[in-house]
């Protein structure tokens, strides 16, 4: 079954760096799209980076333009989120989601998240 865990949130100080990733399993990683939300206390899940099946291409919100990359190593089904200059608005819990192909729809899965804590 396909199998999502996330690893490498924390606390860390405004200004500093963490860097997050997801482990999959289950489905033939290398032929998906990989994608990070993230949900704030009190928001709506939102959309932070996604990256193409092969990694050639990615896309950030703007709020976190040139401050996070999203990559991955298909050799190790692995996602990653290097979050640099973080922000306390920042604070979240963290997600890895795929969508995968079943028949006509897809099929949408989560890992169960990472909590990211930027406080000083």
């Known amino acids: 079954q396909v199998r999502l865990v996330e690893s490498g949130g924390g606390l860390v100080q405004p200004g500093g760096s963490l860097r997050l990733s997801c482990a999959a399993s289950g489905f033939t990683f290398s032929t998906y799209a990989m994608s990070w939300y993230r949900q704030a206390p009190g928001k709506e899940r939102e959309l932070v980076a996604i990256?193409?099946?092969?990694?050639?291409?990615?896309n950030y919100v703007d709020s976190v333009k040139g401050r996070f990359t999203i990559s991955r190593n298909n050799d190790k089904n692995t996602v990653y989120l290097q979050m640099n200059s973080l922000k306390p608005e920042d604070t979240a819990v963290y997600y890895c989601?795929?969508?995968?192909?079943?028949?006509?729809?897809?099929?949408?899965?989560w890992g169960q998240g990472t909590q990211v804590t930027v406080s000083s």
């Open positions: 989601k795929v969508a995968i192909i079943l028949g006509t729809t897809f099929e949408h899965y």
């Open positions: 990256i193409s099946h092969g990694g050639s291409s990615t």
